[in-house]
Protein backbone atom coordinates (compact mmCIF):
# COMPACT_ATOMS: atom_id res chain seq x y z
CA UNK A 1 0.00 0.00 0.00
CA UNK A 2 1.16 3.45 -0.69
CA UNK A 3 1.68 6.25 1.93
CA UNK A 4 0.45 9.46 0.92
CA UNK A 5 1.83 12.55 3.72
CA UNK A 6 0.08 15.73 2.95
CA UNK A 7 2.20 18.67 5.18
CA UNK A 8 0.17 21.47 6.33
CA UNK A 9 -3.94 21.47 7.63
CA UNK A 10 -5.25 24.15 5.95
CA UNK A 11 -7.28 23.99 2.63
CA UNK A 12 -4.70 23.23 -0.10
CA UNK A 13 -3.75 20.49 2.11
CA UNK A 14 -6.70 19.24 2.84
CA UNK A 15 -7.88 19.33 -0.52
CA UNK A 16 -4.58 17.46 -1.42
CA UNK A 17 -5.47 14.99 1.03
CA UNK A 18 -9.10 14.19 -0.13
CA UNK A 19 -8.01 14.40 -3.95
CA UNK A 20 -5.42 11.70 -2.94
CA UNK A 21 -7.75 9.80 -0.76
CA UNK A 22 -10.25 9.31 -3.73
CA UNK A 23 -8.37 9.04 -6.92
CA UNK A 24 -6.57 5.82 -5.23
CA UNK A 25 -8.29 3.27 -3.06
CA UNK A 26 -4.85 1.32 -2.69
CA UNK A 27 -3.67 4.13 -0.56
CA UNK A 28 -3.38 6.15 3.11
CA UNK A 29 -3.40 9.48 3.07
CA UNK A 30 -2.30 11.13 6.36
CA UNK A 31 -2.22 14.92 6.96
CA UNK A 32 0.24 16.40 9.44
CA UNK A 33 -0.66 20.31 11.30
CA UNK A 34 1.84 21.32 13.26
CA UNK A 35 -0.23 23.41 14.98
CA UNK A 36 -3.42 22.77 17.63
CA UNK A 37 -5.96 23.39 15.17
CA UNK A 38 -6.62 22.12 11.40
CA UNK A 39 -7.55 25.19 8.53
CA UNK A 40 -6.93 28.46 11.28
CA UNK A 41 -6.17 30.56 8.24
CA UNK A 42 -10.18 29.79 6.70
CA UNK A 43 -11.86 30.36 10.34
CA UNK A 44 -10.92 33.66 10.19
CA UNK A 45 -11.24 34.35 6.33
CA UNK A 46 -13.64 36.72 5.37
CA UNK A 47 -13.97 38.03 9.01
CA UNK A 48 -14.98 34.44 10.09
CA UNK A 49 -17.49 34.00 7.47
CA UNK A 50 -14.91 32.20 4.60
CA UNK A 51 -14.82 33.57 1.64
CA UNK A 52 -14.98 30.18 -0.38
CA UNK A 53 -13.86 31.88 -3.48
CA UNK A 54 -15.14 34.92 -5.93
CA UNK A 55 -17.35 34.59 -8.69
CA UNK A 56 -15.20 34.80 -11.58
CA UNK A 57 -16.08 32.17 -13.80
CA UNK A 58 -14.16 32.39 -16.58
CA UNK A 59 -10.18 31.36 -15.63
CA UNK A 60 -8.91 33.99 -18.47
CA UNK A 61 -10.53 36.46 -16.21
CA UNK A 62 -8.88 35.42 -13.25
CA UNK A 63 -6.00 34.66 -13.98
CA UNK A 64 -5.59 38.40 -14.83
CA UNK A 65 -5.54 39.22 -11.28
CA UNK A 66 -2.43 37.96 -10.85
CA UNK A 67 0.12 39.65 -12.94
CA UNK A 68 3.24 37.97 -11.82
CA UNK A 69 1.56 34.21 -12.43
CA UNK A 70 -0.95 34.76 -14.94
CA UNK A 71 0.91 32.20 -17.50
CA UNK A 72 1.68 29.40 -14.93
CA UNK A 73 -2.05 29.82 -12.90
CA UNK A 74 -4.31 29.63 -16.28
CA UNK A 75 -3.37 25.73 -16.55
CA UNK A 76 -4.48 24.93 -12.71
CA UNK A 77 -7.58 27.23 -13.02
CA UNK A 78 -8.69 25.40 -15.93
CA UNK A 79 -8.72 22.24 -14.59
CA UNK A 80 -10.67 23.54 -11.29
CA UNK A 81 -12.20 26.95 -11.60
CA UNK A 82 -14.30 29.30 -9.04
CA UNK A 83 -17.29 27.14 -10.91
CA UNK A 84 -16.05 23.92 -9.63
CA UNK A 85 -15.22 25.08 -6.34
CA UNK A 86 -18.90 26.20 -6.09
CA UNK A 87 -19.55 22.78 -7.04
CA UNK A 88 -17.95 21.01 -4.75
CA UNK A 89 -19.20 22.49 -1.84
CA UNK A 90 -22.32 22.57 -2.76
CA UNK A 91 -22.43 18.93 -3.77
CA UNK A 92 -21.34 18.08 -0.29
CA UNK A 93 -24.07 20.09 0.91
CA UNK A 94 -22.95 23.62 1.78
CA UNK A 95 -24.94 25.79 0.64
CA UNK A 96 -23.27 29.12 -1.11
CA UNK A 97 -24.38 32.71 -2.20
CA UNK A 98 -22.93 35.28 -4.21
CA UNK A 99 -22.29 38.85 -2.78
CA UNK A 100 -22.62 42.13 -4.83
CA UNK A 101 -18.59 42.11 -5.09
CA UNK A 102 -18.38 38.95 -6.24
CA UNK A 103 -17.09 37.19 -2.75
CA UNK A 104 -18.95 34.06 -2.38
CA UNK A 105 -19.62 32.81 1.50
CA UNK A 106 -21.98 30.08 2.80
CA UNK A 107 -25.02 31.11 3.77
CA UNK A 108 -24.44 30.39 7.31
CA UNK A 109 -22.12 33.37 7.04
CA UNK A 110 -19.81 30.88 9.50
CA UNK A 111 -16.90 29.59 8.81
CA UNK A 112 -17.50 26.63 10.37
CA UNK A 113 -19.74 25.09 7.83
CA UNK A 114 -16.73 24.87 5.89
CA UNK A 115 -14.24 23.16 8.13
CA UNK A 116 -16.73 21.07 9.00
CA UNK A 117 -17.46 20.13 5.29
CA UNK A 118 -13.50 19.51 4.79
CA UNK A 119 -12.97 17.88 7.92
CA UNK A 120 -16.10 15.31 7.61
CA UNK A 121 -15.01 14.90 3.60
CA UNK A 122 -11.52 13.60 4.44
CA UNK A 123 -12.29 11.21 7.87
CA UNK A 124 -15.06 10.09 4.73
CA UNK A 125 -12.46 9.42 2.46
CA UNK A 126 -10.18 8.07 4.88
CA UNK A 127 -7.58 10.23 5.78
CA UNK A 128 -6.27 10.43 8.71
CA UNK A 129 -6.10 13.62 10.36
CA UNK A 130 -2.61 14.72 12.65
CA UNK A 131 -2.56 18.00 14.86
CA UNK A 132 0.16 19.22 17.03
CA UNK A 133 2.82 16.95 14.50
CA UNK A 134 4.35 18.67 12.31
CA UNK A 135 6.71 17.15 9.93
CA UNK A 136 10.48 18.30 10.73
CA UNK A 137 12.22 17.14 7.89
CA UNK A 138 11.97 14.72 5.09
CA UNK A 139 15.05 12.85 3.03
CA UNK A 140 15.10 11.49 -0.50
CA UNK A 141 15.61 7.78 -0.17
CA UNK A 142 17.70 6.26 -2.94
CA UNK A 143 14.76 3.98 -4.57
CA UNK A 144 12.04 6.38 -3.93
CA UNK A 145 10.02 7.75 -1.63
CA UNK A 146 11.05 9.51 1.91
CA UNK A 147 11.64 9.52 5.25
CA UNK A 148 10.29 11.54 7.37
CA UNK A 149 11.43 12.95 10.95
CA UNK A 150 7.68 14.02 13.26
Given at each position: MTEIVIVGGGAAGF???IAAA???GNCQVSL???SSQFLSKVRISGGGRCNVTHALFDPRMFTTRYPRGERELNSPFHRFSADDTVGWFEARG???KREEDGRVFPVTDSS???IDCLVQEAKASGVRLFIRKGVESAR???HGGFDLKL
Open positions: FAARADFERVRLATVLRT
